[in-house]
């Protein structure tokens, strides 16, 4: 295994104190580390607190800030956050108008944000996000897995958040969000977990495997590696058959990294998506391309699209200030 570290104890830790130091216009470090948080609060809006294991960068904590979360907690490698974290988030971040909980749907972290929402002592509400086509259940989900789709919701729902909207109003357009919003990813090599030391699954040379989750888990099955255009008419055909958009609709088209992909491939991955969809009559007006919702260092990619409307538009078009996503400011 090479990587930079200095021990697979301490990586988290060190990681988010070089985070901290480097986006300190932005976001400010919880107390013990167990959190990010706005540096910035906005007094009687509501407070949108997500998180998950890390090793997804920069999903969640990449997006704290203006127009988007509140605070993020991140839990050890490919772990979920333990309710005390978000307990001691939605302390910092409360400023009266409640506390939204975006939840991707892994067993871990849809356990752990319950528990959270029921000991917090305030208003909370919760959306759980299952954008993933590949598989109906997997090794860690009973539905369908939250991945890349999750950055969306984040993103109009924070947008949504800066305008006062309350809760039940951002909570139901969390939901919508997800509704029309789906993903499917392939990998091409495994991801090595630095506690592991080693790939955390075996891929042969001329294979891939197709629907995989964002911990590597298991897609839909492992094939043998295919052209790029092959590879997005897969991925796209099983996302306009569940997401089924009409004929003219408008979409976002998220082509996303996980970790290892070069950005000379997402685009080639864009290319190929954006032909497919042209050709369905799918029109993409909005495009999102790089590496957001990573798994380490896999290599691979997943499309997201997600359909579009003028509300949904502007609140994706809407100011946004993170660490991982900064336009109209």
Known sequence: MKKLINSADTILEESLDGFA?????????GAERKFVRRRTLKPGKVALISGGGSGHEPLHAGFVGLGMLDAACPGQVFTSP???????????????????FIVKNYEGDVMNFTMAAEM???????????????????????????VAGTLIVEKMVGAAAETGLPLAALTAL??????RTRSMGVALLP?????????NFALADNEMEMGVGIHGEPGRRRVPLASADAIAAELLDAILKDLAPGKGSEVLLLVNGFGATPL?????????????????????????????????????????????????TKLWDAPVQTAALRWGV
């Open 264 to 312: 000379i491939e997402l685009y080639l991955m864009v290319n190929a998506a954006k032909r497919i969809l042209d050709s369905a009559g799918v029109a993409v007006v909005r495009f999102l391309t790089g590496s957001y919702v990573t798994s380490l260092d896999m290599a691979g990619v997943s499309i997201t699209v997600s359909v579009l409307d003028s509300k949904s």
């Open 174 to 179: 969390g939901e919508e969000v997800n509704r």
């Open 21 to 29: 130091a480097a986006h300190a216009d932005i976001l400010l470090l």
């Open 191 to 199: 991801c090595t977990v630095p506690a592991a030391g080693r790939p």
């Open 120 to 146: 917090a002592g305030r208003e909370v509400a919760s959306v759980v996000t299952n954008d993933d086509v590949a598989v109906e259940k997997s090794t860690y989900t009973t539905g369908r897995r939250g």
């Open 82 to 100: 333990t309710p005390d974290q978000m307990i001691e988030a939605a302390e910092a971040v409360d400023t009266g108008a409640g506390v939204l």
